[in-house]
C-alpha cells in the first residue's frame, strides 16, 4: 500500500504490525525521521521523504492509497491522478479526515463559540466549530474523470473527554 502524508506514523505503526507493506511518502523531513525511527523494526514499512504531488511512484503498484488525515494538504490539482496512477485495476483509495465539531450542551457550545472563537478567531464565521452533520464528506471530484468508482463514506463518531493533563 501507499500512504500519503503519514506524519510520524501513527496510522502506519498498527498496519505494520499486521504484516502490510507500506511504502509511506512524508514530505516533512522531521516528520519523516520520526516515522522511520518508529517503524524501523519493520523491514516491510519504507518511509520515503519527499512531496507526493512530485515523488515518482511505480505505475500500478499499490492496491491501496491511503491518506489519514493528510489529503487536503496535496495539490487538487494532480493528487487524484497521482493516485490513479500509482494504483492496480481495482486498486482503492482510502481518504480519512477528522474534524472537531460541535459537542456537549447547546448553551456550552454557544458559550464556547462566543468566549473562544469570537474572541481569539475574530468574527469570521467559518473559524467556529460545524454540527458533526454539516461536515462534508471530502469526496468532491473523487469519480470525475472516470479514475474511481463513486465514493463509499462512512462516518464514525466519537467523543472524547479532555481533561486539564490531556
Not at 20 to 40: H, Q, S, Y
Not at 109 to 136: I, K
Request: negative net charge.
Amino acid at each position: 500500500m501507499l500512504e500519503v502524508g503519514p506524519g510520524t506514523g501513527q496510522t502506519t505503526l498498527p498496519l505494520a504490525r499486521r504484516g502490510l507493506d507500506v511504502t509511506a511518502v512524508e514530505m516533512g523531513a522531521g516528520l519523516a525521521a520520526v516515522a522511520a525511527r518508529r517503524l524501523a523494526r519493520f523491514p516491510r514499512v519504507e518511509i520515503v521523504e519527499g512531496a507526493f504531488e512530485h515523488h515518482p511512484l511505480p505505475q500500478a503498484a499499490f492496491d491501496l492509497v491511503l491518506a489519514a488525515t493528510a489529503w487536503h494538504w496535496i495539490d487538487p490539482a494532480t493528487r487524484l491522478a497521482r493516485a490513479a496512477h500509482a494504483l492496480r485495476p481495482g486498486g482503492c483509495i482510502a481518504l480519512i479526515s477528522t474534524h472537531h465539531v460541535a459537542g456537549g450542551t447547546r448553551a456550552f457550545f454557544d458559550e464556547v463559540q462566543e468566549n473562544c472563537y469570537t474572541v481569539h478567531m475574530g468574527e469570521d464565521a467559518t473559524l467556529r466549530l460545524s454540527e458533526s452533520d454539516d461536515v462534508p464528506p471530502g469526496t468532491e471530484g473523487i469519480d470525475a474523470g472516470g479514475r474511481f468508482d463513486a465514493p463509499a463514506v462512512r462516518r464514525y463518531h466519537q467523543d472524547i473527554a479532555y481533561t486539564s493533563a490531556t
